[in-house]
């Protein structure tokens, strides 16, 4: 948006129930505590997932469902389950977070992929998803996406998505006992047109071979 155009600028929406679905993916905003046992079943046994987030690995059923419930059900951050067609099972977890109407500016963040998720068709397109929403639903203009400086596949997933960065904040926070320096990534309202061209490029169906391989990256298919 241009500055001119800011002049009718009113706050927008937060983020509601309804599910997003795709065609390898539902994505869906979590309400109670359905998607529980899928998720604790996604995630045990794999403890390098919790290895950047402030909280986990768990030890036991009982514990994840304590966390999840006190964590997952609120509505900032907006925690949403993400379940691949192929098997109709929560396989990972996203937060819409630090929801700003006003300004029209959101976090995309507590990112925690089962293996059954990573590097899939349905990882991509749920995240298309979620950030279609944010951009084409809600109408915002800046979505964020921040992570521990030391964490390089969290750094190439933001830039493989089309997140542009915006730098390091030093000494940010103190997780599990040690310092995090966070790097900061952003997609804005202006960039989103090219970047959600991009993901349709990559998820069409002549985008993969008879295996299932892509054929062109992400990159390559937002570059044109």
């Keep these: ?9 009113q706050p927008r929406p937060l ?3 309804a599910p997003l679905v795709g065609r390898h993916v539902r994505v869906e905003p979590l309400v109670d505590e359905t998607r ?3 998720l604790e079943a996604g995630f045990r046994g794999h403890d390098q997932l919790w290895d950047y987030l402030a ?9 994840f469902h304590r966390y999840a419930a006190a964590t997952y059900l609120g509505g900032d951050p907006r ?20 929801l700003d109407p006003v300004h029209g500016v959101a976090e995309i963040g507590h990112i ?3 293996p059954a998720l990573q590097k899939t068709r349905a990882s991509t397109e749920a995240f298309a998803l979620l950030f279609g929403r944010v951009f084409d639903e809600l109408g915002y203009r800046r979505l964020e996406w921040k992570c521990d400086s030391g964490n ?4 190439r997933a933001a830039a493989r998505y089309g997140f542009h960065d915006e730098g390091l904040f030093r000494q940010h926070m103190v997780v599990k006992g040690r310092n995090r320096d966070t790097a900061w990534f952003s997609i804005t309202d202006r960039e989103w047109p090219n970047v959600k061209a991009g993901f349709e490029r990559w998820l069409a169906d002549e985008n993969f071979d008879g295996e ?13």
């Design 55 to 63: 909280y986990g690995p768990f030890d036991g059923a009982e514990s």
């Design 112 to 114: 925690c992929l089962g």
């Design 36 to 38: 529980f046992a899928d």
């Design 15 to 17: 983020p509601g129930d």
């Design 152 to 155: 390089a596949p969290s750094r």
């Design 212 to 224: 299932g391989r892509q054929i062109r990256s992400l990159e390559a298919c937002r570059a044109g």
């Design 1 to 9: 948006m241009t500055d001119a155009s800011l002049a009718n600028w």
């Design 79 to 98: 925690f949403h389950a993400l379940i691949p067609a192929e098997t109709g099972k929560a396989a990972g977890v996203a937060a819409l977070m630090r």
